[in-house]
């Protein structure tokens, strides 16, 4: 019964595809938040919506940016 060497749950050639794919669906929602502000009044704006919208679009864009940061060997 020896050791295993610990393997990722993501392998590590996925990590740029990964990168790329998150942070396009974090553009995604921003770019739809920002265009829910620009097209509505503040009257019929809803606070659920752009903190649900909001909450997606930062979860998404942190995710890339690890990966990315991953990627491209940056360890902190």
Excluded: W
């Amino acid at each position: 019964m020896g050791y295993q060497a610990y393997q990722p749950p993501i392998d590590t050639k996925h990590y740029s595809n990964l990168a790329i794919v998150l942070t396009f669906i974090g553009f995604c929602f921003l770019s739809y938040f920002v265009i829910y502000q620009i097209t509505q009044n503040k009257q019929q704006r809803s606070l659920a919506k752009e903190l649900s919208v909001g909450l997606f679009a930062s979860l998404f864009l942190s995710s890339g940016t690890l990966f990315s940061f991953l990627a491209l060997g940056l360890f902190f």
